[in-house]
T-cell receptor, first 116, second 113 residues
Framework: NAGVMQNPRHLVRRRGQEARLRCSPMKGHSHVYWYRQLPEEGLKFMVYLQKENIIDESGMPKERFSAEFPKEGPSILRIQQVVRGDSAAYFC??????????????FGPGTRLTVL | GNSVTQMEGPVTLSEEAFLTINCTYTATGYPSLFWYVQYPGEGLQLLLKATKADDKGSNKGFEATYRKETTSFHLEKGSVQVSDSAVYFCALSPNSGYSTLTFGKGTMLLVSP
């Protein structure tokens, strides 16, 4: 069973361009979480999605950021008109359908975004 | 809201030394507690967890005990190895609702031969 896949692993963009980050959850997992890790900081929650639904986006910046998890295909985190402050590592995690209590999250290797 | 505070690093130790990384938390209710490890250039791996008070999580020689009275979950290892060099994150998740993780800032551990 393959783990959580993220691509690209490294992404370089110039200011004003768009960045698209992809996350394929583990097989059988229907919950996806996105976290951002700024330099020398811990991970900060951004958004939690289930198939075709955004459950909690309380950690997402109000502008330029969006996320989706379609019925088919990977989850996408999209950043429009990137700025230097968006440079960070973006991690995706997935978990199985909820059975009550905590469901362990499995993390991908991350996408390191650099904005020039 | 929920928060996690862990000791700042880097923590520098010689091989076979005893390790403690302190972690305290603030949360409503009774969260689950975790330690994750991040090796250079990689994603996070779950190291150990505890889901209720007085539980002890353990893995690969690492241990942590869920102390509700002191709201702590300190990570310990009796004898560290060079291969333990990594960044360690303490985290919590509520046991009700969905399972968003709240992380501490991370503590870098450097072990020299």
């Amino acid at each position: 069973n393959a783990g959580v896949m993220q691509n690209p692993r490294h992404l370089v963009r110039r200011r004003g361009q768009e960045a698209r980050l992809r996350c394929s959850p583990m097989k059988g997992h229907s919950h996806v979480y996105w976290y951002r890790q700024l330099p020398e900081e811990g991970l900060k929650f951004m958004v939690y999605l289930q198939k075709e639904n955004i459950i909690d986006e309380s950690g997402m910046p109000k502008e330029r950021f969006s996320a989706e998890f379609p019925k088919e295909g990977p989850s996408i985190l999209r950043i429009q008109q990137v700025v230097r402050g968006d440079s960070a590592a973006y991690f995706c995690a997935s978990s199985p359908p909820s059975s009550g209590g905590y469901n362990e999250q499995f993390f991908g290797p991350g996408t390191r975004l650099t904005v020039l | 809201g929920n928060s996690v505070t862990q000791m700042e690093g880097p923590v520098t130790l010689s091989e076979e030394a005893f390790l403690t990384i302190n972690c305290t938390y603030t949360a409503t209710g009774y969260p689950s507690l975790f330690w994750y490890v991040q090796y250079p250039g990689e994603g996070l791996q779950l190291l150990l967890k505890a889901t209720k008070a007085d539980d002890k999580g353990s893995n690969k020689g690492f241990e942590a005990t869920y102390r509700k009275e002191t709201t702590s979950f300190h990570l310990e290892k009796g004898s560290v190895q060079v291969s333990d060099s990594a960044v360690y994150f303490c985290a919590l998740s509520p046991n009700s609702g969905y399972s968003t993780l709240t992380f501490g800032k991370g503590t870098m551990l450097l072990v020299s031969p």
